[in-house]
């Protein structure tokens, strides 16, 4: 059953001037904290409004827009397309005060988004996309029927728990049959529910979307390794490890980031235990100082044997969450680790060795993550060296990415000019210019002192109306 509900760590009001110099720009002179950020909020909310009048204009209620060529794309299953830009952009919109844009993305939720679609969806992108999106855009709005959307869509993902005989989650379910599918599953995949499933359990009253998420996490907790780690696959129904590779990137990230979210909203101890047991097991075992900067490699989650050097880009979210449950310090130098990665590159390749400084995976999704931690590291520390490193985040992907009709992926950061993709993926609408807005804007719609953000950026707490 749902526990008590626990406070958010605060976020404080914000503020300072950003520069940009060349292609690239760099952290290197400070900017004052008696600056006026202003300038560069602005400039976060042009380009967002920018990139979704583009949106509105030439793939208005599709997945995604193709930004060079100003098409449109699925992503969830070919022929349908749920609007997952549109969902994920509502509560950046309302945050940013693009109330016009708010009512016409909502109209579009409630005349023509329909559920009922016979095709196997993935159900844990379908959550933290289309049941996060829901669900902010109802704590935002307080328009009830997008409640009853995100309850819908959650309910047509229940089967994935309930048909399988340990509680892990498989990772296709049909929308339309509750057909479920593909038990080859990984701990990012079964353990990234609790928060949008638990404030749906809080605001509905139903139990089952709380106890299904919480159940999937206790069993890979519960099969953790003598030395207290997780390997990152494994099996649905048997409930068996699938390979031995301890990871704080993907794909392991989110179950460890959802621990302790889970805590933080909903004071749930057990999650707090389980956080803090895996935790201390990572920080003994894989966290690796090199060259005096620390790193966190793959390892034998059996033996503790180094597997890999490489470093994902996802994996920046980890120094947030070390600050936000208290572990400042290795927050700030994991940080300082990929900020190093960000002034080589421009933009923060998908994957570095950190042995040589080499990137192994030369292309960059509009990866959020290293702005994430960022604003964590900002809002724990008030240093405002984490304002700076968004603002050069911010200003790369500005000159990097910008296309025809809105912002697109870069196949390769190393190449001059780096090289654009025709895509720009749904979560880019939710997630870093969320947190650029947040970072550098003083809005008074956010309860600075209590609120919550998803894996996906999602506002489920702090929403002032």
């Known amino acids: 059953m749902l526990p008590g509900m626990s406070r958010r760590s605060a976020l404080r009001a914000l503020g300072a001037v950003a520069v940009a110099g060349g292609l690239f720009s760099t952290t290197s002179g400070p900017v004052s904290a008696q600056g006026s950020w202003k300038p560069v909020a602005d400039t976060v909310r042009e380009e967002y409004l920018w990139a979704w009048r583009h949106y509105v204009d030439r793939a208005f209620g599709a997945d995604q827009i193709k930004p060079i060529s100003g098409g449109r794309e699925d992503f969830f299953a070919e022929g349908h397309s749920v609007g997952l830009s549109l969902v994920e952009a509502v509560d950046t919109l309302w945050l940013m005060e693009a109330d016009d844009e708010v009512a016409r993305a909502v109209r579009w939720i409630v005349d023509h988004l329909d559920f009922d679609i016979d095709a196997p969806f993935q159900v844990f992108e379908t959550n933290i996309r289309m049941v996060g999106g829901l669900a902010a855009a109802y704590h935002c709005t307080g328009d009830s029927r997008l409640l009853d959307r995100a309850e819908d869509i959650a309910d047509r993902l229940l089967p994935a728990f309930?048909?399988?005989?340990?509680?892990?989650?498989?990772?296709?379910?049909?929308?339309?049959?509750?057909?479920?599918?593909?038990?080859?599953?990984?701990?990012?995949?079964?353990?990234?529910?609790?928060?949008?499933?638990?404030?749906?359990?809080?605001?509905?009253?139903?139990?089952?979307?709380?106890?299904?998420?919480?159940?999937?996490?206790?069993?890979?907790?519960?099969?953790?390794?003598?030395?207290?780690?997780?390997?990152?696959?494994?099996?649905?129904?048997?409930?068996?490890?699938?390979?031995?590779?301890?990871?704080?990137?993907?794909?392991?990230?989110?179950?460890?980031?959802?621990?302790?979210?889970?805590?933080?909203?909903?004071?749930?101890?057990?999650?707090?235990?389980?956080?803090?047991?895996?935790?201390?097991?990572?920080?003994?075992?894989?966290?690796?100082?090199?060259?005096?900067?620390?790193?966190?490699?793959?390892?034998?989650?059996?033996?503790?044997?180094?597997?890999?050097?490489?470093?994902?880009?996802?994996?920046?979210?980890?120094?947030?969450?070390?600050?936000?449950?208290?572990?400042?310090?290795?927050?700030?130098?994991?940080h300082d680790s990929f900020s190093l990665v960000q002034d080589r590159f421009g933009v923060i390749p998908t994957f570095v060795d950190y042995a040589t400084m080499s990137a192994t995976r030369v292309d960059n999704a509009l990866r959020p993550e290293f702005a994430d931690s960022a604003l964590m590291l900002w809002l724990a520390t008030g240093d405002e060296v984490f304002r700076e490193r968004a603002r050069t985040h911010f200003e790369n992907m500005r000159a990097t990415s910008k296309a025809a009709f809105g912002f697109a992926s870069l196949s390769d950061v190393t190449a001059t000019p780096p090289s654009q993709e025709d895509t720009c993926p749904g979560y880019w609408w939710s997630e870093q210019m969320k947190y650029y807005w947040l970072l550098f804007s003083d809005t008074p719609r956010l309860d600075y002192r209590d609120n919550y953000l998803s894996t996906e950026a999602n506002l489920l707490r702090g929403a002032r109306r």
């Open 162 to 334: 309930t048909q399988s005989p340990t509680g892990l989650p498989y990772r296709y379910v049909n929308l339309a049959t509750g057909q479920v599918s593909d038990p080859e599953t990984n701990i990012v995949e079964i353990g990234t529910y609790i928060a949008e499933f638990g404030v749906l359990s809080q605001w509905t009253g139903d139990s089952r979307y709380y106890d299904a998420a919480k159940r999937a996490m206790r069993v890979a907790y519960d099969n953790r390794t003598e030395l207290g780690l997780l390997p990152h696959d494994i099996n649905a129904e048997t409930g068996r490890w699938r390979n031995r590779e301890a990871t704080i990137g993907p794909p392991g990230d989110s179950y460890y980031e959802y621990l302790w979210d889970g805590y933080r909203l909903f004071g749930d101890p057990d999650l707090k235990h389980w956080y803090d047991t895996l935790t201390e097991a990572i920080l003994a075992r894989q966290a690796e100082r090199r060259d005096g900067h620390l790193w966190f490699p793959q390892i034998d989650a059996f033996t503790g044997e180094v597997l890999s050097r490489e470093q994902s880009v996802l994996a920046g979210f980890y120094a947030g969450l070390l600050a936000e449950s208290g572990h400042v310090d290795e927050g700030r130098a994991y």
